[in-house]
C-alpha cells in the first residue's frame, strides 16, 4: 500500500500544496555565478624574483 492511501483526503490536499509551494520557491531566477579567476587570487600567476650576484632578475 502507497502511503497516501492512509491518508485522509484533507490531508493528501494539504500535503499536496505544500509540494506545490517548495517547488514555487525553487524556481527563482538563477543568480549568474560570478566568474573567479583562482589562480590570480592565490598569485601562481605572478612572477617569480631570484637574486642573481647581487641583482633581482625575474625568473
Given at each position: 500500500?502507497k502511503f497516501a492511501?492512509?491518508?485522509?483526503?484533507?490531508?493528501?490536499?494539504?500535503?499536496?500544496?505544500?509540494?506545490?509551494?517548495?517547488?514555487?520557491?525553487?524556481?527563482?531566477?538563477?543568480?549568474?555565478?560570478?566568474?573567479?579567476?583562482?589562480?590570480?587570487?592565490?598569485?601562481?600567476?605572478?612572477?617569480?624574483?631570484?637574486?642573481?650576484r647581487g641583482?633581482?632578475?625575474?625568473?
Amino acid at each position: 500500500m502507497k502511503f497516501a492511501d492512509h491518508l485522509s483526503k484533507d490531508s493528501i490536499r494539504k500535503f499536496n500544496q505544500l509540494r506545490r509551494a517548495a517547488r514555487n520557491k525553487k524556481e527563482k531566477p538563477k543568480q549568474k555565478k560570478e566568474k573567479v579567476n583562482w589562480h590570480d587570487i592565490m598569485g601562481t600567476n605572478r612572477d617569480t624574483f631570484k637574486r642573481v650576484r647581487g641583482r633581482v632578475r625575474r625568473k
